[in-house]
Nanobody, 125 residues
Framework: VQLQASGGGLVQAGGSLRLSCAASGRTFSSYIMGWFRQTPGKEREFVAAISRSSGSTDYADSVKGRFTISRDSAKNTVNLQMNSLKPEDTAVYYC???????????????????WGQGTLVTVSS
């Protein structure tokens, strides 16, 4: 099972980036998928999650209204559209797939059993 994240880069404050995560080795249509981010010296933090059917999404308060998570089950991908980026959004972003499928654990990194390698997003002021 592999998760390959892409789309990170350098962008000015106020700009946009779209992260993508392609899953291979298994079909994840029945699993919750999410994005987390991490900066040096800090714990990995929840960014966004999407349910199996795409009927439910959830976001960290810090990104609500600016980020949008979506998934394409046919392509086994999950995307994160990031608009109005701020310098504090600078981090390594990780995509993840849940291990147990419990929506109640969507914000907890321990609820995810598969992780991508991370993609760096840098927002300059």
């Amino acid at each position: 099972v592999q998760l390959q994240a892409s789309g990170g880069g350098l962008v000015q404050a106020g700009g946009s980036l779209r992260l993508s995560c392609a899953a291979s080795g298994r079909t994840f249509s029945s699993y919750i998928m999410g994005w987390f981010r991490q900066t040096p010296g800090k714990e990995r933090e929840f960014v966004a999650a999407i349910s199996r059917s795409s009927g439910s999404t959830d976001y960290a308060d810090s990104v609500k209204g600016r980020f949008t998570i979506s998934r394409d089950s046919a392509k086994n991908t999950v995307n994160l559209q990031m608009n109005s980026l701020k310098p504090e959004d600078t981090a390594v972003y990780y995509c993840a797939v849940s291990s147990g499928g419990l929506w109640a654990l969507r914000k907890v990194s321990g609820g995810y059993g598969f992780w991508g390698q991370g993609t760096l997003v840098t927002v300059s002021s």
